[in-house]
């Protein structure tokens, strides 16, 4: 019976982000799966979250989601903060959930190609050794986690500081120790990690690629990126 009960609020936690999607946000998705049809786009979160549920809205865009609330995440996460002592800034501890997300990545890949070539082989790809050379770009709002955590791993990076007037982001001030007043009122993070996670934002300001103020102009970024990729 917990389970039962358990299961449904997972789902109403899925279908609340649903109805509080930027307006923008599922016109920008079609543009880019039209304009690349071939690119495998995932989530990668530190929550709870989970697109695939979102089947009304977010589920036929994304192809696979990594967490750190999932098994494996949460020992990784527990470390992490056991050590946050000692990061002094350095965001590349941050890397272990973008190396998971490239192995489903790699999964999913291979998974195609072997749908489209005879023969093809079925032995894993193994990071970095058999890695391929497409393009990876990690969109995100969190200066530290987002942006620093993939730079370490090479994904290019850009840095969603939307504009506070039309999508009243808070992101930028959620671990200002300066800037308390942002935090929210159910916040439960205690002031060192708050300081530690401002000084890997500071850190990882010089690793972001392209900083984006409104959502309708992602595609064009992404193009943008991958131009001058080639």
Same mark, same amino acid.
């Not at 690349?36 to 989601?65: C, E, K, Q, W």
């Given at each position: 019976?917990?389970? *039962?009960?358990?299961?449904?609020? +997972?789902? +109403?936690?899925?279908?609340?982000?649903?109805?509080?999607?930027?307006?923008?946000?599922?016109?920008?998705?079609?543009?880019?799966?039209?304009?690349?049809?071939?690119?495998?786009?995932?989530?990668?979160?530190?929550?709870?979250?989970?697109?695939?549920?979102?089947?009304?809205?977010?589920?036929?865009?994304?192809?696979?989601?990594? $967490?750190? !609330?999932?098994?494996?995440?949460?020992?990784?996460?527990?470390?992490?903060?056991?050590?946050?002592?000692?990061?002094?800034?350095?965001?590349?501890?941050? $890397?272990?959930?973008?190396?998971?997300?490239?192995?489903?990545?790699?999964?999913?890949?291979?998974?195609?190609?072997?749908?489209?070539?005879?023969?093809?082989?079925?032995?894993?790809?193994?990071?970095? %050794?058999?890695?391929?050379?497409?393009?990876?770009?990690?969109?995100?709002? %969190?200066?530290?986690?987002?942006?620093?955590?993939? *730079?370490?791993?090479?994904?290019?990076?850009?840095?969603?500081?939307?504009?506070?007037?039309?999508?009243?982001? $808070?992101?930028?001030?959620?671990?200002?120790?300066?800037? $308390?007043?942002?935090?929210?009122?159910?916040?439960?993070?205690?002031?060192?990690?708050?300081?530690?996670?401002?000084?890997?934002?500071?850190?990882?300001?010089?690793?972001?690629?392209?900083?984006?103020?409104?959502?309708?102009?992602?595609? !064009?970024?992404?193009?943008?990126?991958?131009?001058?990729? +080639?």
């Amino acid at each position: 019976m917990v389970r *039962a009960v358990s299961t449904a609020w +997972e789902m +109403e936690r899925h279908h609340s982000a649903e109805r509080h999607l930027y307006p923008e946000v599922l016109d920008v998705l079609k543009q880019i799966k039209q304009e690349h049809p071939a690119a495998i786009i995932g989530a990668v979160t530190d929550g709870r979250s989970n697109p695939l549920f979102m089947t009304f809205t977010l589920a036929p865009y994304f192809d696979f989601r990594c $967490s750190w !609330e999932d098994d494996q995440g949460k020992a990784r996460r527990q470390e992490f903060f056991q050590q946050l002592d000692s990061t002094a800034g350095d965001t590349s501890q941050l $890397s272990w959930i973008y190396d998971e997300a490239r192995y489903k990545y790699a999964e999913l890949k291979q998974a195609a190609d072997g749908m489209k070539m005879e023969g093809f082989s079925s032995k894993p790809l193994v990071f970095p %050794d058999t890695y391929d050379d497409r393009v990876w770009i990690h969109v995100g709002d %969190d200066l530290a986690f987002d942006v620093g955590g993939s *730079a370490a791993c090479g994904a290019k990076t850009i840095y969603a500081e939307l504009d506070g007037k039309k999508y009243k982001q $808070s992101a930028r001030h959620r671990y200002d120790p300066d800037q $308390s007043n942002h935090q929210p009122s159910w916040s439960t993070t205690p002031e060192k990690e708050l300081r530690k996670r401002y000084e890997m934002a500071q850190a990882a300001e010089e690793k972001v690629d392209v900083k984006l103020k409104y959502l309708t102009r992602l595609p !064009e970024v992404i193009n943008d990126i991958l131009k001058a990729s +080639e």
